[in-house]
């Protein structure tokens, strides 16, 4: 099963239901060591909040163990999610751990006996842009995207801009890919250094200095998520192999209670053979009957019987006793293998940076010099975003540098300017206000 495999859920029934909850306990330990454990955690807004999910988020469900529940879900309209086996669930203003928590209470509800969840965004709620711009629409939300951004995503500004953003929005795209491209290659060199540790067989593995990798917000958050997946994956690891070593007292304690049965049985046998000698002598006097001679023999089959299954239940557990630290290093050998293959891609995905990554910041800096070098006569542009706060749209007023948020409408107006240069800027300076507008909504500002 790849990364992004999306599972056909209509294909679950009673059946696979049945079975996955007979091995679920086993297969999770195991699956869980060979399957990543990446549980991307969305950045902080400006208030430093949690990111909460709405209808348009995209997020992946991970149970481990258990492909068959797992996959992307859309937030529908309603803030619900549907996860196979189980009734819609809203998540609707959840946190992604609250959404995690409150699918394994759901799955753990009479359908699975303690299930691991992963709940990670696999893609945010897109923006939209209207008004003036050369392309009105839906578009990706990417972090640290700002007004400008979003319009260079748009193609720009409107037509009577048309030489000078077309060159701008070249630009943003190009920088946006260089971004992109280097925050790919913080994450995988300090994923390369976690999983060169984990081949190794260390308990803890120590990142590039952040320094060496830019030290921003984003590169602090990949090294601790780098870090989430060590400690997890370890601590999964030492759990599997305590649980396997746990079972060796157990079968031990079998095989001596067995071997004591068969030496005692070995005895009764002895005895009962002792009392058949001396009944045989009895017999050949005539003292004897043949059914009671025909008794003490199915007495010493029986015994018999009795001895060799106990002797047969010994020599099966200690073959399961023996088998336990096979199943261990079958266990670490996985999870080694599983290491060295991811390993190797990031490797391989960090040499096709070292080609990707010069090249778009060649282009992008000769997009850049187009940019800079367009002349004309900028119109005013009037910016509003259209934002939910606390479950009511809120008309904001923005501008070029505000940063946006996911689901954010950002509508785009153009004139010319009407105010003098003082006039303007003592407008801008003014503090955040809110009111009301004649449709009811919010209306106020976004501080620079």
């Known amino acids: ?253 079998q095989i001596d209670a067995n071997t004591e049965q068969g030496n005692a049985g070995k005895k009764q046998l002895d005895l009962i053979r002792q009392q058949i000698e001396r009944y045989q002598k009895l017999f050949s006097q005539g003292l004897g009957t043949q059914n009671n001679d025909f008794q003490f023999r199915v007495l010493e089959a029986n015994q018999e019987a009795t001895i060799w299954r106990l002797l047969s239940d010994v020599s099966r557990l200690q073959m399961e006793s023996g088998d336990l630290e096979f199943k261990i290093q079958t266990v670490m050998a996985g999870f080694k293998q599983q290491v060295g293959k991811e390993l190797q891609e990031t490797r391989d995905r960090l040499n096709e940076l070292e080609v990707t990554l010069p090249a778009a910041v060649r282009i992008r800096d000769v997009k850049l010099q187009y940019a800079g070098g367009a002349t004309g006569q900028a119109a005013t542009h009037l910016i509003s975003i259209t934002r939910m706060q606390n479950g009511h749209p809120a008309v904001l007023d923005a501008n070029e540098t505000t940063l946006v948020e996911p689901g954010d409408v950002i509508n785009v107006k153009s004139e010319m300017p009407r105010l003098l240069p003082q006039e303007e800027a003592m407008a801008r300076s003014q503090p955040y206000k809110t009111g009301e507008t004649e449709t009811g909504e919010t209306r106020g500002s976004i501080s620079r």
């Open 1 to 253: 099963m790849t990364h992004h495999q999306k599972p056909n859920w209509k294909a679950v029934g009673n059946a696979r239901h049945a079975g996955a909850f007979r091995h679920s306990s086993q297969a999770m330990c195991l699956a869980v060591l060979l399957f990543p454990l990446f549980t991307a955690t969305p950045s902080a807004g400006a208030d430093s909040h949690p990111y909460q999910l709405a209808p348009g988020d995209r997020i992946t469900v991970t149970v481990f163990g258990q492909p068959e529940l797992s996959g992307d879900v859309l937030v529908d309209g309603a803030g619900d999610v549907t996860i196979p086996l189980i009734d819609r669930i809203e998540v609707k203003d959840l946190t992604l751990l609250e959404c995690q928590k409150l699918i394994g209470d759901r799955l753990a509800d009479g359908i699975l006996r303690k299930p691991s969840v992963s709940v990670r965004i696999a893609e945010l709620r897109p923006l939209y842009v209207l008004g003036d711009v050369r392309l009105p629409g839906a578009y990706p939300f990417r972090y640290g995207s700002t007004i400008e951004s979003a319009v260079a995503l748009a193609g720009g500004f409107g037509p009577g801009e048309l030489l000078r953003n077309t060159a701008v929005s070249d630009f943003w795209s190009a920088e946006e890919r260089v971004r992109q491209l280097t925050l790919q290659k913080r994450t995988l060199l300090v994923r390369k250094a976690r999983l060169e540790a984990q081949q190794d067989g260390q308990d803890t593995f120590a990142p590039p200095a952040l320094s060496d990798l830019g030290g921003d917000k984003d590169t602090t958050e990949i090294v601790a998520n780098e870090k989430d997946i060590f400690a997890t994956q370890a601590a999964i690891l030492r759990d599997q192999i305590d649980l396997l070593r746990s079972q060796k007292p157990r079968l031990q304690e």
